[in-house]
């Protein structure tokens, strides 16, 4: 029997929402539309692919400091698509599991509040898992991580030497490590998506800017992830 190795993790760098709406001779937040837009048919795709777990780089810690318009306008975008979220019937009829994974605390508090409501309203789903990352950012996932640590260490709940690799991943945002990540728009980074659980992933770079990002494009890249050899250093 051949094994199957089709990813159960997959993440994407959503980027290029701007620069789609530039080539169009549109407002930059047009583009975050279509963007938002084209994350509510990844879902339909991730389940007829058969992916269990999704993160997305949605919103870095970075760009809080987008020009106040942009900014704004992004941030009722978010308002929109929480309020979708909560309606969304696919949530429960496919037990689909949303986190909210960053410092989400650098959020306006109405969104903070609707994040919650999802979370809570999704937790004991267990077929799939979304992670959204926002005010997201690798470095300080790993440095929350640690404080987190260090604080089971000073209520006594944890000691120097229990700290490992294989128990690192119950501090971070995103626990599970994904198989691969692509990213969109032509640029060759990481720009700090998943620094600690994507040190073995396997990357795809498309030029498609996000908007264009369709179905046969994710099923290529799974594609080409099971015809690669992961040796893992062996």
């Known amino acids: 029997m051949v094994e199957d190795n089709n ?7 959503m ?4 620069r789609f709406a530039k080539k169009l001779m ?10 938002k837009k084209k994350v509510e048919k990844l879902l339909n795709w991730c ?3 058969d992916i269990k777990e999704l993160s997305l ?15 704004n306008h992004i941030m009722n975008l978010f308002r929109d698509a929480s ?3 909560l309606n969304d019937e696919r949530l429960e009829s496919k037990q689909i599991r949303i986190r909210f994974c960053g410092r989400i605390h650098m959020f306006p508090e109405d969104i903070q509040k609707s994040m919650h409501e999802i979370m809570d309203k999704t937790k004991k789903h267990n077929k799939y898992l ?3 990352c926002m005010a997201y950012g690798g470095r300080e996932e790993i440095i929350d991580a640690m404080r987190a640590y260090f604080k089971d260490i000073e209520d006594g709940n944890a000691t120097i030497k229990d700290i490992d690799e294989s128990n690192f991943h119950k501090y971070l945002w995103v626990e599970n490590e994904p198989e691969l990540i692509i990213r969109t728009s032509g640029e060759r980074r ?3 998506f998943l620094t600690w659980q994507g040190a073995y992933s396997e990357f795809f770079f498309l030029d498609k800017h996000w908007p264009e990002f369709e179905k046969e494009d994710l099923k290529k890249c799974i594609d080409e992830y099971k015809a690669r050899d992961r040796r893992f250093g062996k």
């Open 7 to 13: 990813p159960k993790h997959i993440g994407i760098i």
């Open 190 to 192: 990481t720009s700090d």
């Open 15 to 18: 980027d290029g929402n701007r």
């Open 130 to 132: 979304i992670n959204f």
């Open 83 to 85: 309020k979708d979220l």
């Open 26 to 35: 549109m407002q930059p937040w047009k583009g975050h539309e279509w963007g």
């Open 57 to 71: 780089y949605a919103f870095s810690t970075k760009n809080f400091n987008r020009p106040k318009e942009e900014f």
């Open 47 to 49: 389940e007829d692919l």
